[in-house]
């Protein structure tokens, strides 16, 4: 029972495009998300998180939205470059889960030049 | 330089052989994490640990085992009973909080260890 999805494997965007990569999640006691990029053969590298009590944060190109209501959250990267073009997972925890992620199974994300 | 080593990078064993992997940290983190990855998945929690001496399975412990008996290392023992061990390995690690109070707890990952059966 997955109870982070992400539904879309891939997602090609052409260069200074805006990507939006998507996420759900069943658990409503997640209270913390998080992306993370990864590239082939290395670790996720992160990239930006959420607490349950926003439904936005920004950091540079990158921003992460939380639609509570419909257990969903959004990463947007504006504008996209090639040197985005990675997998991008999204995770979540809770504090009864000693704050384990539970991760997505990651969406490949190609920027085309 | 703070962060997360595991080594080696690549590692070959043959089946019915015992192997542990390394991972070290310098970021004066109380938790550290194990987690599988296979291909087209998601990352999967093998163990993990809150704090030193203390560590709990995580959602595919069957076949592996930790130790914790100091804060800055968690390494990983791949055992024999493991049906499938070929897949990439990371260790991760947070601040953590001994309460698990901390809501905003990031973890910080590895470079990964690459670990092939023959």
């Known amino acids: 029972d997955q109870q982070v999805k992400q539904n879309s494997p891939s997602l090609s965007v052409q260069e200074g495009r805006i990507s939006i990569l998507n996420c759900d999640y069943t658990n409503s006691m997640f209270d913390y998300f998080l992306w993370y990029k990864k590239y082939p053969a290395e670790g996720p590298t992160f990239l930006i998180s959420i607490s349950s009590i926003k439904d936005k944060n920004e950091d540079g190109r990158f921003t992460v939205f939380l639609n509570k209501s419909a257990k969903h959250l959004s990463l947007h990267i504006v504008p996209s470059q090639p040197g985005d073009s990675a997998v991008y997972f999204c995770a979540a925890s809770w504090r009864g889960s000693a704050r384990q992620l539970t991760f997505g199974s990651g969406t490949q994300l190609t920027v085309l030049p | 330089d703070g962060g997360i080593t595991q080594s080696p990078k690549y590692l070959f064993r043959k089946e019915g052989q015992n192997v542990t992997l390394s991972c070290e940290q310098n970021l004066n983190h109380d938790a550290m994490y194990w987690y599988r990855q296979d291909p087209g998945q998601g990352l999967r929690l093998i163990y993990y640990?809150?704090?030193?001496?203390?560590?709990q399975k995580g959602d595919i412990a069957e076949g592996y085992s930790v130790s914790r008996e100091k804060k800055e290392s968690f390494p990983l023992t791949v055992t024999s009973a493991q049906k499938n061990p070929t897949a990439f390995y990371l260790c991760?690690?947070?601040?953590?909080?001994?309460?698990?109070?901390?809501?905003?707890?990031?973890?910080?990952f590895g470079p990964g260890t690459r670990l092939t059966v023959l």
């Open positions: 991760a690690s947070s601040m953590g909080s001994a309460d698990s109070g901390r809501v905003t707890d990031t973890q910080y």
């Open positions: 640990s809150q704090i030193v001496n203390d560590f």
